[in-house]
């Protein structure tokens, strides 16, 4: 028969401060939100970090460009240190925005992790903010971009977009679009569209019975770059 042992009070103490003793619930964690995190740019940055970031030092300068204006600019959104630079999303924003509304941060930090995990350096916009008739449009809001990467193509492109949470990922597969669709919002929704410029009349819903699950785990830290295995462009 095992004896009781008597520890001192003081190594109980220590004990139930190492592994536990009960004690009050603890409270559950806030989801966080996207939209939250995008609605200012100080929110989509993550906080201010003392030292370099791996993944921040890999990130380089893109290229945009905004074929309608043909207007162009070089910007690197993060610093060596992981957080985003406010400058760089305005630069950027007066090139893929000509009509001077706002563009969503978060859409536009998708797009450049998109752009780093296939190693590319331009990107083309086709369209960011619109006044489109239709209120529940993302474009209306300013929290969607139809874009392109170079040398990436436009179905690789989009299913990797769908594999993020809070989004909505359209492809727009006739010959003369070739555009992808991004947006952010509360609950994933995924298509494919083969009309011709200017027509919406072959839209088709994508199911992905994951995105709900990618939804619920999403953490904001899920939408800082990732890299393939590829070449990385040297930063100037």
Same mark, same amino acid.
């Given at each position: ?9 003081? +190594? ?13 619930? *603890? $409270? ?13 740019? %100080? ?8 030292? =370099? ?15 309608? &204006?043909?207007?162009?600019?070089? $910007? ?6 992981? &957080?985003?630079?406010? #400058?760089?999303?305005? +630069? ?22 998109? %752009? ?24 209306? =809001? ?28 359209? @492809? ?18 995924? /298509?494919?569209?083969?009309? *011709? *410029?200017?027509?919406? /009349?072959?839209?088709?819903? @994508? &199911? ?15 939408? #800082? *770059? ?11």
């Amino acid at each position: 028969m095992a004896l009781p042992v008597k520890l001192p009070f003081a +190594a109980v103490a220590m004990l139930s401060a190492l592994f536990g003793g009960g004690g009050a619930t *603890p $409270a559950q964690p806030v989801a966080p939100s996207p939209n939250v995190l995008a609605s200012d740019v %100080a929110l989509a940055a993550p906080e201010t970090r003392g030292k =370099t970031l791996v993944w921040a030092v890999r990130t380089w300068p893109l290229h945009f460009r905004n074929p309608n &204006t043909n207007e162009t600019v070089d $910007a690197r959104f993060y610093s060596d240190e992981g &957080t985003v630079d406010p #400058e760089a999303i305005a +630069a950027v924003t007066r090139v893929v925005n000509p009509d001077g509304e706002p563009e969503d941060a978060r859409v536009l930090l998708l797009v450049a992790r998109a %752009a780093y995990f296939f190693g590319a350096t331009n990107v083309e916009v086709l369209s960011g903010h619109r006044k489109d008739p239709k209120a529940q449009s993302k474009h209306h =809001t300013g929290e969607a971009l139809d874009f392109k990467l170079e040398r990436v193509d436009s179905g690789v492109l989009a299913a990797h977009l769908r594999g993020l949470g809070h989004v909505g990922v359209g @492809i727009y597969t006739h010959p003369a679009t070739r555009y992808v669709h991004v947006d952010s919002r509360e609950t994933s929704f995924h /298509w494919i569209d083969s009309s *011709p *410029p200017g027509k919406a /009349w072959r839209e088709y819903g @994508i &199911t992905d019975i994951k995105s709900h699950a990618r939804d619920l785990a999403w953490q904001p830290e899920f939408d #800082e *770059p990732r890299f393939l295995a590829v070449a990385i462009p040297r930063r100037k």
